[in-house]
């Protein structure tokens, strides 16, 4: 149950009569279901805001069998939602992001040419792969090997 995509929704079901304050009860659980699935997919997420549906309201799914069951069972369902923001970080342009675009373009071919011979069994290097073994390198090997090689 999901509203767009920044956002996370989790859902309890619950008994009212067995629960008077599930906001109160069950926060600490869902922030920490929340923060398990933000950690695990390098998220963070802002504040939880809680809801509390009845089965007939919009976007309620059916009640679930084991609810339905008890007898004088009152169904409700707590609905907790946050904005999620990605913790994406991007890596310092070292080097790579220093050299002009032919001179970079020369150089992932370079080390895909010499990774393929290197590691014939392989897949092809992408090119962020290509671009951490070009900073790894070093100035002298890039420069050395911008003079000297020749890319077809």
């Known amino acids: 149950m999901s509203k767009s995509d920044n956002e996370l929704e989790v859902a309890i079901w619950?008994?009212?009569?067995e629960q008077?304050?599930?906001?109160?009860?069950?926060s600490e659980s869902i922030k920490d279901m929340i923060d398990m699935v933000c950690?695990?997919?390098n998220h963070t997420h802002g504040d939880i805001n809680y809801e509390i549906l009845k089965p007939e309201d919009?976007?309620?799914?059916?009640?679930?069998?084991?609810?339905?069951?008890?007898?004088?069972?009152?169904?409700?369902?707590l609905v907790a939602t946050t904005e999620v923001m990605s913790?994406?970080?991007?890596?310092p342009l070292n080097m790579v992001g220093d050299l002009d675009k032919k001179d970079l373009k020369r150089l992932r071919a370079i080390t895909r040419r010499e990774h393929r011979m290197a590691h014939?069994?392989?897949?092809p290097?992408?090119?962020?792969?290509?671009?951490?073994l070009i900073d790894r390198l070093g100035l002298e090997v890039v420069l050395e090997q911008l003079g000297s090689s020749t890319v077809h």
């Not at 913790?87 to 890596?91: P, S």
Request: with cysteine.
């Open 14 to 17: 619950y008994d009212a009569n």
């Open 20 to 26: 008077l304050d599930p906001i109160t009860f069950c």
């Open 39 to 41: 950690t695990k997919k």
């Open 58 to 77: 919009d976007r309620v799914p059916s009640v679930p069998r084991w609810l339905e069951i008890i007898d004088g069972a009152i169904p409700r369902l």
């Open 87 to 91: 913790n994406i970080q991007q890596e």
């Open 120 to 123: 014939p069994n392989t897949t």
């Open 125 to 132: 290097l992408t090119n962020r792969e290509c671009d951490q």
